[in-house]
């Protein structure tokens, strides 16, 4: 390789990541002081006691300035909704504005779930209701602030 081959490859390369840091440190940029909701992921069941949810997903950041990644959770318990006779599971996470937010549950095989995506915990962005038994999932991409 001649020496002008190998200066023009090493100056694409060098290029090539000074884009990539470039990019990567805008993404963390824009996690720190880009506009962001609180999401609240909610799923009821239709039980008179706590049930379990299985295969719990839900995006988001845990706090402000975090990645936003998909969460896991084998199982997590519901609790009694003072508003209703159904057995609710919540979470608040933080979510960028034009960003994916989701969530999805399995309940007990004979109780079937809803589920609901509220910014700033009042408005709904997204609404399901499932089958006994089945993942209920909800989705939606939050909106740019009014």
């Not at 969460?71 to 009694?80: I, N």
């Not at 994916?100 to 809803?114: G, Y």
């Not at 009042?122 to 009014?146: L, M, Q, W, Y």
Request: proline share 5%; glycine share 6%.
């Amino acid at each position: 390789m001649t020496n002008s081959r190998i200066a023009s490859t090493t100056a694409a390369a060098a290029a090539l990541a000074l884009t990539v840091i470039g990019l990567s440190g805008c993404a963390q940029v824009h996690q720190q002081v880009g506009d962001a909701w609180s999401v609240t992921y909610e799923v009821s069941v239709d039980a008179p006691e706590s049930v379990t949810l299985h295969d719990v997903r839900f995006q988001g950041a845990e706090r402000r300035g975090a990645a936003p990644t998909t969460h896991e959770r084998s199982a997590v318990s519901t609790t009694s909704d003072t508003k209703s006779a159904a057995q609710t599971w919540t979470h608040e996470s933080i979510v960028l504005t034009d960003d994916p937010a989701s969530v999805r549950a399995t309940p007990p095989a004979e109780r079937t779930a809803s589920c609901r995506i509220l910014l700033d915990g009042k408005k709904v962005i997204a609404e399901e209701h499932g089958r006994a038994g089945a993942p209920v999932r909800c989705a939606a991409t939050t909106p740019d602030f009014d």
